[in-house]
């Protein structure tokens, strides 16, 4: 079983629309969530912080629900340049205990 | 700002042939890291350092070498090809082993084995 479980997709969904992805960990010594975003034959790049209260940046939310190890990363108003991999990473206490997702792929059309 | 520079971007070996991928970071990061990333599976750690003179293995080592004799550089060395080890590798570096600062990627190196 991996350590951290992602829906791969594709979604494909109009600009404009809220889109939602699910990430699971199943490592329950985890303290640091992350949501990366990675372009098309690009390196991964650090999109938020994921915080134990739930945060958001802009058109992007984050949850954490410690108790069923679930991460999330909603998108409101989808734009032509949100299209990318979304990589759900955990990490316990030092980087290299960092474990990425394999990615959830989105593609906004116009 | 370079960052974290990877060369080559682009490589094509025989099995059996050995190469060093080079990775270099201009931010005086003492943590750096090689992953690698194959379709359907997240990265995965090869090797990290934590200072110069410091490495360790990650959870992918076998077939690959790593030394950092200086702070800037962290090279990764294939022994002996194999097509097993076709994938996109990418170094990494951070100010910070523990904290939560943003590791920083390389933009990769695309390497195929015949």
């Known amino acids: 079983r991996k350590e951290v479980e992602q829906d791969p997709g594709p979604f494909n969904v109009p600009e404009g629309a809220t889109v939602a992805f699910n990430c699971t960990y199943s490592?329950?010594?985890?303290?640091?969530f992350f949501w990366y975003r990675q372009d098309c034959r690009k390196e991964p790049k650090l999109l938020m912080s994921v915080y134990s209260s739930g945060n958001e940046d802009g058109r992007f939310t984050a949850q954490l629900n410690r108790a069923s190890q679930y991460i999330s990363l909603l998108i409101r108003d989808s734009k032509l340049s949100d299209s990318a991999t979304y990589l759900c990473?955990?990490?316990?206490?030092?980087?290299?205990?960092?474990?990425f997702g394999a990615g959830t792929r989105l593609t906004v059309k116009p | 700002n370079a960052g974290v520079t990877q060369t080559p971007k682009f490589q094509v070996l025989k099995t059996g042939q050995s190469m060093t991928l080079q990775c270099a970071q201009d931010m005086n990061h003492e943590y750096m890291s090689w992953y690698r990333q194959d379709p359907g599976m997240g990265l995965r750690l090869i090797h990290y350092?934590?200072?110069?003179?410091?490495?360790d293995q990650g959870e992918v080592p076998n077939g690959y070498n790593v030394s950092r004799s200086t702070t800037e550089d962290f090279p990764l060395r294939l022994l002996s090809a194999a097509p097993s080890q076709t994938s996109v590798y990418f170094c990494?570096?951070?100010?910070?082993?523990?904290?939560?600062?943003?590791?920083?990627f390389g933009d990769g190196t695309r390497l195929s084995i015949l």
């Open positions: 990494a570096s951070s100010s910070d082993r523990v904290s939560n600062q943003p590791q920083h």
């Open positions: 490592n329950s010594a985890s303290q640091s």
């Open positions: 990473v955990v990490k316990s206490l030092r980087l290299e205990d960092m474990r």
């Open positions: 350092s934590v200072g110069a003179g410091i490495t």
